[in-house]
């Protein structure tokens, strides 16, 4: 009888027709928990209670922003609200930290 470790007795030999027809699955199968790989990528965060969001016009990121810290930003900024125009608000990106123009989505705060 020739020596095995112990992970040999326990899972048999993978190898050959074993390896292709047996009737443990092999690790691909594995499934990513949720969050990660493909569905962190293409996927939005979760909505928190009591944010908005803040989408600027040259770095075009949207940032969740909650309330007391938007209020802190739209103290020193310019609500211009001229018809046609996207972006109305002159105030600091919460993204790129730039004096730019940013609209913020209040649709996200009553979700």
């Given amino acids: 009888m020739s020596e095995r470790s112990g992970s040999e007795l326990i899972e048999p030999e ?3 027709k074993r390896a292709l027809f047996g009737p443990i699955a092999p690790p691909m199968d594995h499934q990513a928990p949720a969050g990660e790989g493909r569905q962190a990528l293409f996927s939005a965060a979760p909505r928190r209670r009591g944010t908005v969001v803040v989408e600027c016009s040259s770095c075009e990121a949207r940032s969740p922003v909650p309330l007391t810290a938007l209020g802190v930003r739209l103290v020193p900024s310019l609500w211009l609200p001229v018809p046609g125009r996207e972006f109305t608000r002159l ?4 993204a790129c930290n730039q004096a730019t123009w940013c609209k913020i989505h209040w649709r ?3 979700d």
């Fill in 14 to 16: 993978r190898n050959g």
């Fill in 108 to 110: 996200t705060l009553l």
């Fill in 91 to 94: 105030m600091r990106c919460p």
